[in-house]
């Protein structure tokens, strides 16, 4: 889908003065101004968060009550059982929770539903297992505030339930011990902590009971530094805001994974060569981390997941770390052939023009790999996407799961599409749901009309957001490194983009990567020359070869540390015939797809 390139505004004045006052380049300055940091003391906590930003754990609701219930429930000897979830969240989560236990000689195991069998969240059949085996106390972790049927069970088996979460909660909320950033009545400043930043503020003021006293003993103090990683990988991998308490706990979490990594995570980073880097980032935890751990739960082994980022014994670490590294290559198999599935049937049936939202359904698509599709589907064709993976009997329900694109609220719609479907959950950008397949013709009318209802004409085109325009000479070394520091980069605090006009091919780009799907080319501008690569721009060869004159690319600058040699190169999002210099009316670029 064609992107229309929106270049923000900026004030001089206010660059040189933020430039100079809190000593930055001016580019850096105009980043920051468009992240909303006005001044060099903002600029400062920005550009150097420090660990002691987190507010006191006490301070989010719920939690107070929740750790008195637990830490009590520890010195009683009660079995405490820790109720996960089966994505990367919510596995790094049970994990900080679990040796958050186990630091204090708690009776603590963990339970983690079956992607494809259980599905998502509470359930009665699982809290009877619990019960069954003995369990007391049952602490949920990224899952829980919508099952009010189901805390009422728990209260029923003589279970107490404590529910930490981070999602959307309805018109009613359960009776347990509640905790989440957003609960009413109270105004935290902040509820974008993903559900390992719940856990981690949790296990934090278990801590300060354990230790009797604000500050932590030395053992407790270790492990939440070591915590804060988790809850790194947990808060990236979950696509939450990173500003706020998330900036600080992934800048200081990187830190910990390289320093003082779970044994688990210290195999795993080896396996993947990650080790020797000098330092982390957040891609690392985004392309490489997170989908290993999340490729367990999609194919329905979390707990081998769990157990991973838990264990103390390094046999079993690097088993586990070489079985979940196999997992991620089958999963990404699996991805590809739905991936091709679904975007031939949308292809054959979305109209660009009609079209507010696409719900495509298969037999057979495997349910653990259907989220990540959705999310290429919807930015490929920039619409809510719902992609359901229908029983091949027909006999069990269809599973769905569903990706946003900005401004669109799929929780809401799917609160509007309630009688169609037999359950649903999750939040504005994800969510996931089960349906009957006679009822999916239904559905996809009241979804689609429900999208047609919010989603504007010009909505529809996808804005692409350009920080600043900037020529290819002023991407020094220096000048790419500061720009770094801007990082970690993700939802809320994106890679900045940047974009550069009279720009030339040097040479006919080639397609890399598995089935070409990348772009190799070399771009000159008045004789600066830089390498560059577009991930996903496999599709522009043909029109890039045969194209005539300047063009207008948008990127990114990156430094590119090969063979221990570092030098800038730049990542192409997208482009055009040059207009832009010419002051013409500007076309809307190809994006990468």
């Not at 751990?293 to 103390?312: C, F, K, S, V, Y």
């Not at 037999?363 to 029983?391: M, Q």
Request: net charge negative; hydrophobic share 40%; charged share 20%.
């Amino acid at each position: 889908m064609a992107k229309q390139w929106r270049i923000l505004a900026h004030d001089a004045a206010r660059i040189a003065s933020l430039s100079r006052t809190a000593g930055v380049s001016s580019l850096v300055a105009q980043l920051l101004i468009a992240r909303g940091i006005p001044d060099a003391d903002g600029a400062a906590r920005f550009l150097q968060p420090k660990l002691t930003g987190l507010r006191d754990p006490g301070e989010l609701p719920g939690v107070n009550e929740a750790a008195d219930l637990i830490h009590q429930a520890v010195r009683d000897r009660r079995r405490i059982v820790v109720y996960g979830d089966y994505d990367c969240d919510g596995m790094t989560a049970t994990a900080i929770l679990v040796q958050c236990l186990q630091q204090l000689e708690a009776d603590v195991s963990y339970y983690v539903p079956h992607r494809l069998e259980e599905g998502y969240g509470l359930s009665h059949e699982a809290l009877d297992k619990i019960a069954a085996r003995g369990g007391q106390v049952v602490i949920t972790v990224d899952c829980g505030i919508a099952s009010v049927e189901e805390a009422a069970h728990a209260r029923q088996l003589g279970l107490s339930l404590v529910i930490t979460d981070h999602h959307s909660f309805g018109r009613q909320l359960p009776e347990a011990t509640l905790v989440h950033p957003a609960l009413p009545g109270h105004n935290y400043p902040f509820t974008g902590l993903c559900g390992a930043g719940v856990a981690f503020k949790l296990a934090w003021a278990i801590c300060q009971r354990a230790s009797e006293s604000q500050r932590v003993s030395p053992p407790l103090k270790k492990f939440l530094l070591q915590a804060v990683g988790l809850a790194a990988i947990g808060t990236i991998a979950d696509v939450v805001p990173l500003i706020d308490e998330n900036r600080i706990l992934v800048l200081h979490g990187l830190h910990s994974l390289k320093s003082m990594p779970p044994l688990g995570l210290e195999v795993l980073l080896r396996l993947l060569q990650l080790d020797s880097k000098p330092q982390l980032s957040g891609d690392d935890i985004a392309f490489s981390i997170a989908p290993r751990l999340n490729a367990a739960g999609r194919l329905g082994q979390a707990q081998l997941a769990i157990e991973l980022l838990t264990t103390n014994k390094t046999d079993r670490a690097l088993a586990l770390a070489e079985y979940i590294h196999e997992l991620n290559e089958s999963r990404q198999s699996l991805e590809r052939s739905i991936y091709l599935a679904a975007r031939k049937q949308a292809v054959e049936r979305f109209d660009p023009r009609e079209d507010p939202a696409l719900v495509l359904a298969g037999h057979g698509w495997h349910a653990g790999v259907i989220g990540i599709v959705a999310g290429r589907i919807a930015e490929k064709f920039h619409r809510p996407t719902v992609l359901i993976s229908l029983d091949d009997l027909g006999v069990k329900p269809g599973v769905g799961s569903a990706r946003s694109v900005p401004g669109f609220d799929l929780h809401a719609a799917l609160q509007q599409c309630t009688s169609c479907l037999l359950s649903h959950g999750g939040h504005a950008a994800a969510a996931g749901l089960r349906i009957e397949e006679e009822r999916l013709d239904e559905f996809r009318e009241a979804f689609c009309e429900y999208a047609s209802e919010n989603i504007t004409i010009a909505e529809r085109i996808s804005d692409l957001v350009i920080d600043a325009e900037c020529p290819l000479s002023a991407l020094t070394f220096d000048a790419v490194r500061q720009i770094e520091a801007l990082a970690p980069f993700g939802a809320g605090n994106k890679q900045p983009l940047l974009c550069a006009t009279d720009v030339t091919l040097c040479d006919t780009p080639k397609q890399i990567g598995g089935g070409g799907r990348h772009l190799s080319l070399r771009l000159d501008q008045h004789g600066q020359r830089l390498r560059c690569v577009a991930f996903g721009g496999g599709d522009w060869l043909g029109e890039l070869s045969q194209h005539v004159g300047p063009i207008a690319i948008a990127y990114r600058p990156i430094i590119n540390n090969f063979r221990g040699r570092n030098s800038v190169e730049l990542q192409v999002v997208d482009w055009r015939a040059d207009n832009l210099a010419s002051g013409a009316p500007s076309d809307a670029g190809r994006g990468v797809a």
